[in-house]
């Protein structure tokens, strides 16, 4: 009962939800004292992992949505079978139908989501609650808009661990038409690995046709602060090396090669324990792996004890030739000289590995006029064989500190979260661009990146037949030729459509058409079932919510792990 009200309800920054916080620890300790007398009910509990915003029939989708598959919705599987209840599982990757996959009766539902796909979760929600469920969200979209999905779900979870879902299974009631939110007061220390998730993980990579990447995690948090990170007030911290080393065993049983893909928010910290950790439980490159690290972690030494070990993809971050120069170890230097070295340092990378995708950000307060598009282009010609990533600056909510400001400076625009996925929409008004210059440059830096010259450089400075087919499928699909389309079209209607550019201008809140129809597209059959409002939500809801209170995250307790070791 006390851990129950310790976790209830808590998140300060929703302080107006507290009473109803205590409200259910009131109810959870009725339900207990009915457990303990041994009446509480089997539930029939459906989750569902929504992987992508809507239906779709794209023949990447089919090859690789299964393989983006989240690993706490399989988790969240294990501890309600091992509190006593029957679960069904569904990833959705747009092919599935979801009428017929979930029980015509489920009595509570979890939906893992990101924030693009959060109109999906929210008319889903509606269905199911129509059909009698208890709903709950959780994920990227629940840790960084709580306070919009409460008006959609009966419950809205950040930190999840099992006592949290507890706490859920036990109460299982109705919250409307606010839900309730709950927050463990940290990450979980430990999570149910491979072998207990095989189930679940199991029946997703079936829908994988050709590529079947396994989900693991070893460690969770950072020792870094990027502003605009949701981690960067995450401490680090690692799993039992035991549980990944069974695990990794026994992922060998069951492929004769199996590839996994690290979900660590940056692969690597603590790098000699972890690396011993997968030394010990494999034989050198049995196992192919992908990690997202940062380039202060991959020295040289490092990357060649990757290689030995399987590496074959590395996703390491730049983000900034101005900024952010602690995760790179470039300091403090800039500009030129920046790109100079980290080039440098990923051609070396990419002498051991094969694949490695660069990523950046566009559109930061540091960045201004025509050179830093132009730094990134130079990048590319000295680094041809690296797949450059592109992220819009993007503000998710209440994921990171420097959210505050940006709603405090009004900067803050309410895009449908449909387009928030770090490319369909840029979120934040850029400080020193306006919207038509910003997009001209993107513009033409993604033309330069998937010009041919550049596909025909990528190509025959990657080695590898999948490396080298993976980066021109990529340039010619809906990520290098397809965005640019899409860039033309927003700048286009920037241009031509008064309307449009008042929303951009944040003289008009009313959404431009434009957004509208792309949002009843790609929902398809679920656009019917989207709650009044749920395109709307208030950019600036953060901010109000700590008008009084103090942040959500737990101060960053540094780690005794240092980054580099
Ligand atoms: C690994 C990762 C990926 C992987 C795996 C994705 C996946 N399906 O899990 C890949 C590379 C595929 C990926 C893709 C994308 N990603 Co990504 N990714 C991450 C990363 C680095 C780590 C997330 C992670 O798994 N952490 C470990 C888990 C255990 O911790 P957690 O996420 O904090 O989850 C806790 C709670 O939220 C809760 N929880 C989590 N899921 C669920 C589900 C349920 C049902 C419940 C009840 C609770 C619950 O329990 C956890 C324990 O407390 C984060 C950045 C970061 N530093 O966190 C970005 C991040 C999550 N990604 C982000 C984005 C935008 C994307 C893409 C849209 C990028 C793109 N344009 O393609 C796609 C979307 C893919 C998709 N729809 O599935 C954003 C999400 C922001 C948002 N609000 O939506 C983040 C935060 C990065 C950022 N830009 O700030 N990503
Ligand atoms: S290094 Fe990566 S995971 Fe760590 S705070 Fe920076 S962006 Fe986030």
Same mark, same amino acid.
Request: a positive charge.
């Given at each position: 009962m006390k851990e129950s009200a310790r976790r209830a309800g808590r998140?300060? #920054?929703?302080? =107006?939800?507290? +009473?109803?916080?205590?409200?259910? !620890?009131? /109810?959870?300790? $009725?339900?207990? $004292? +009915?457990?303990?007398?041994?009446?509480?009910? *089997?539930?029939?509990?459906?989750?569902?992992?929504?992987?992508?915003?809507g239906p779709t029939r794209a023949l990447w989708a089919r090859v690789m949505n299964a393989n983006l598959a989240s690993i706490m919705p399989q988790v969240i599987g294990v501890w309600c079978e091992q509190e006593g209840h029957d679960v069904t599982l569904v990833c959705y990757t747009g092919f599935e139908d979801l009428f017929t996959e979930l029980p015509e009766h489920c009595d509570l539902v979890f939906i893992g989501a990101f924030t693009e796909a959060a109109l999906t979760a929210y008319a889903l929600s509606k269905l199911f609650r129509s059909r009698g469920a208890i709903t709950v969200l959780g994920g990227p979209h629940a840790r960084c808009y709580p306070q919009d999905a409460l008006q959609y779900f009966d419950y809205v979870v950040g930190f999840t661990d099992r006592a949290v879902i507890r706490d859920i299974l036990q109460d299982c009631s109705q919250h409307r038409p606010m839900g309730i939110y709950l927050t463990a007061p940290r990450q979980p220390e430990s999570i149910p690995g491979v072998r207990e998730r095989w189930r679940f993980t199991e029946a997703t990579l079936r829908k994988a046709p050709l590529v079947k990447l396994v989900p693991m995690l070893g460690s969770l948090g950072c020792p870094y602060s990027c502003s605009f990170c949701i981690d960067s007030e995450v401490p680090y911290q690692t799993f039992d090396y035991d549980v990944m080393k069974e695990d990794l065993a026994f992922l060998l049983q069951k492929f004769k090669r199996p590839l996994v893909g690290w979900h660590d928010p940056n692969f690597g910290v603590g790098f000699d324990a972890y690396l011993a950790a997968i030394e010990d439980a494999v034989p050198p490159n049995r196992i192919d792996f992908i990690a997202e690290s940062s380039l202060s972690l991959l020295s040289e030494s490092h990357i060649v004890r990757l290689k030995r070990n399987g590496f074959k993809a590395i996703l390491p971050g730049i983000e900034s030739w101005y900024d952010l120069g602690g995760k790179s170890r470039t300091g403090r230097i800039t500009g030129i000289e920046k790109v100079r070295q980290v080039s440098e340092h990923v051609n070396m990378i990419l002498r051991h590995i094969p694949y490695v995708q660069t990523n950046f950000v566009l559109g930061l307060d540091s960045e201004e006029g025509p050179e830093p598009f132009e730094l990134t282009k130079k990048f590319i010609d000295r680094t041809p064989g690296a797949f450059p990533g592109y992220s819009l600056l993007s503000a998710f909510?209440?994921?990171?500190?420097? =959210?505050?400001? @940006?709603?405090?400076? &009004? *900067?803050?625009?309410?895009?449908?979260?449909?387009?928030? /996925? &770090? &490319?369909?929409?840029? =979120?934040?008004?850029?400080?020193? @661009?306006?919207?038509?210059?910003? @997009? /001209?440059?993107?513009? /033409?830096?993604? *033309? @330069?990146?998937?010009?041919? *010259? !550049?596909?025909? &450089?990528?190509?025959?400075?990657?080695?590898?037949?999948?490396?080298?087919?993976? =980066?021109?499928?990529?340039?010619?699909?809906? #990520?290098?030729? $397809?965005r640019i389309r899409y860039y033309t079209d927003v700048r286009r209607q920037l241009q031509t459509d008064r309307q449009f550019r008042r929303y951009f201008e944040q003289e008009t809140t009313e959404l431009p058409q434009f957004y509208r129809e792309q949002i009843r597209r790609d929902l398809g059959f679920l656009w019917d079932l989207l709650p009044t409002g749920a395109m709307y939500h208030d950019p600036n809801a953060y901010l109000k919510s700590m008008a009084d209170a103090k942040p959500l995250s737990p101060p960053k307790v540094w780690s005794a792990v240092s980054p580099a070791e």
């Open positions: 998140a300060p #920054e929703l302080q =107006n939800r507290t +009473s109803r916080g205590l409200g259910i !620890a009131r /109810d959870i300790s $009725g339900i207990i $004292g +009915s457990m303990r007398a041994g009446t509480v009910r *089997k539930l029939h509990v459906g989750i569902v992992d929504l992987v992508t915003k909510g209440q994921a990171a500190p420097i =959210n505050l400001d @940006y709603q405090r400076a &009004n *900067k803050v625009l309410p895009f449908p979260f449909h387009f928030l /996925d &770090n &490319n369909h929409a840029m =979120n934040v008004k850029p400080r020193h @661009y306006s919207w038509m210059e910003f @997009y /001209d440059r993107v513009i /033409d830096l993604s *033309k @330069y990146t998937f010009s041919w *010259k !550049a596909i025909v &450089n990528r190509l025959t400075a990657t080695r590898g037949t999948i490396p080298r087919w993976m =980066n021109v499928v990529r340039a010619i699909s809906s #990520e290098g030729f $397809g």
